[in-house]
């Protein structure tokens, strides 16, 4: 299976400022992998590539990605045979269904009462087939490369180091992800040293969002009508940020035409 492995570079990361400098790596990867999958370099129609996407399919979250894309033309031919090969699964889904009655009383009372229609064979594929995705297993697979590059980083580049401390702070799904890998990647000595570091960075980087939010509501009153906004103008997609990452005022990425 052809992989591609994406550069990830965390240092312009951390330089760029933002309120979680993973979240700007991980747009970064993201774009590419949008840019693999669909954009100019046509990927999509080497046989290998499309026999993955034949398979694995789209969530409804890339889907809209990929719509927002417009490359229609690409979006066609990866369909197209995506189609078929669901088509295939289907009917041998179907071919493979016992329609059975109801759950029996028995069926009922090893389950403690829970209704098993849930567990219908056809119901079972589809929902195999909506959690499966080409992109977001990509998407996966950087992501967890880039923890490891984050603390490769932290281990050996004092200077990234600093830059991290005496930055932003992170989004609380990053935060959590690094709290997370730290318990395995870190030593008991650099443990306490990194959660010491982070913990105040994200306490004292969530008091200043909340000091921008409040001085936006305070904006809004006609007596500070002609104060100057300080850091508030981008407040809400900075706070939306800090709570669930990504990027909520970004336009939808497009192909390079
Ligand atoms: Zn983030
Ligand atoms: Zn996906």
């Keep these: 299976m052809k992989e591609k492995l994406y550069n990830i570079p965390l240092n312009d990361a951390a330089d760029a400022g933002d309120e979680c400098p993973l979240c700007y790596a991980e747009r970064d990867m993201e774009r590419k992998i949008m840019d693999f999958t669909l954009g100019n ?10 026999a993955m996407t034949d398979k694995e399919g ?6 809209k990605a990929m719509f927002d894309y417009q490359n229609a033309l690409g979006n066609a031919w990866i369909l197209s045979t995506h ?30 009462g829970q209704d098993t229609a849930a567990e219908d064979s056809v119901a079972q594929w589809v929902k195999g087939r909506q959690g499966s995705c ?3 297993r990509q998407e996966e697979q950087a992501r967890s490369r880039m923890i490891d590059i984050f603390f ?47 913990f105040r960075l994200m306490q004292d ?27 508030s103008k981008d407040a809400l997609q900075r706070s939306m940020q800090k709570l669930q ?12 035409k």
């Design 41 to 50: 370099q046509s990927s999509y129609m080497e046989r290998d590539i499309r």
């Design 58 to 63: 789209f969530c409804q979250r890339h889907f």
């Design 83 to 112: 189609l078929r090969e669901v088509q295939k699964e289907m009917n041998a889904a179907m071919a493979k269904h016992e329609t059975g009655g109801k759950p029996s009383m028995l069926a009922k009372f090893r389950k403690g």
């Design 134 to 136: 080409f992109i977001c």
């Design 152 to 198: 490769e980083m932290w281990h050996k580049d004092s200077a990234f180091r600093a830059k991290i401390t005496g930055g932003k702070g992170f989004c609380l799904p990053h935060f959590g992800e690094l709290c997370e890998a730290a318990r395995t990647k870190l030593s008991d000595s650099e443990k306490q040293e990194f959660y010491d570091a982070m």
């Design 205 to 231: 980087n969530m008091q200043r969002m909340i000091g921008d939010v409040d001085w936006m509501i305070e904006k809004y009153d006609y007596q500070n009508q002609d104060k100057p906004w300080k850091d």
């Design 245 to 256: 990452g990504g990027y909520p005022a970004d336009p939808a990425y497009r192909m390079k």
